[in-house]
T-cell receptor, first 114, second 110 residues
């Protein structure tokens, strides 16, 4: 079983709503990630946090706002999303950021924007 | 540009029929090759990390191998519960993100 826990598992939101996805890990990892995955496509990196600081932002629109309150928690705040943002959002973690470190994924949060 | 190509796109096996999935890669300075299993509607489940050519790792009916150009995921005597999409990803030197292949969808029929 994955040790990266994501909530909620499913979320339906309107284009004017504000919602958040939450992620928690207790493996002592210091790097955490958000990925987006569309159907039958591989995951695409959105953000990387390293030691609670934003390390990588892969040119993600500002309607997605990440937050890392502490080393175990990662949030993704959502506002004014578009229907094309509907996807599986995956949180992941690794011991540290950098080459050769195995990334462990959570079960994902299914987001539908209506 | 770092690239990962997985083949075949889809594979249908009878239960007990062994086979291999291929992951070909082009990367500047490989620092890790990762195999994941993904069930429909769920996040990728980590299977193996391989770091250097010649390395092999095994877990139950799965065995992963690595050469300088490709990796194979061998499935011995598969069962229906092995049905899933298998993703391969590579990481290059430096602080570069994982590069994923498009995956192989495996169906094992009883």
């Amino acid at each position: 079983d994955t040790e990266v826990t994501q909530t909620p598992k499913h979320l339906v939101m309107g284009m004017t709503n504000k919602k958040s996805l939450k992620c928690e890990q207790h493996m002592g990892h210091r790097a955490m990630y958000w990925y987006k995955q569309k159907a039958k496509k591989p995951p695409e990196l959105m953000f990387v946090y390293s030691y609670e600081k934003l390390s990588i932002n892969e040119s993600v629109p500002s309607r997605f706002s990440p937050e890392c309150p502490n080393s175990s928690l990662l949030n993704l705040h959502l506002h004014a999303l578009q229907p094309e943002d509907s996807a599986l959002y995956l949180c992941a973690s690794s011991q540290v950021e950098g080459p050769g470190n195995t990334i462990y994924f959570g079960e994902g949060s299914w987001l539908t924007v209506v | 540009e770092d690239q990962v190509t997985q083949s075949p796109e889809a594979l249908r096996l009878q239960e007990g029929e062994s086979s291999s999935l291929n992951c070909s890669y082009t990367v500047s300075g490989l620092r890790g090759l990762f195999w994941y299993r993904q069930d429909p509607g769920k996040g990728p489940e980590f299977l193996f990390t391989l770091y250097s050519a010649g390395e092999e790792k095994e877990k139950e009916r799965l065995k992963a191998t690595l050469t300088k150009k490709e990796s194979f995921l061998h499935i011995t005597a598969p069962k229906p519960e092995d049905s899933a999409t298998y993703l391969c990803a590579v990481q290059a030197a430096g602080n570069t993100p994982l590069v994923f292949g498009k995956g192989t969808r495996l169906s094992v029929i009883a």
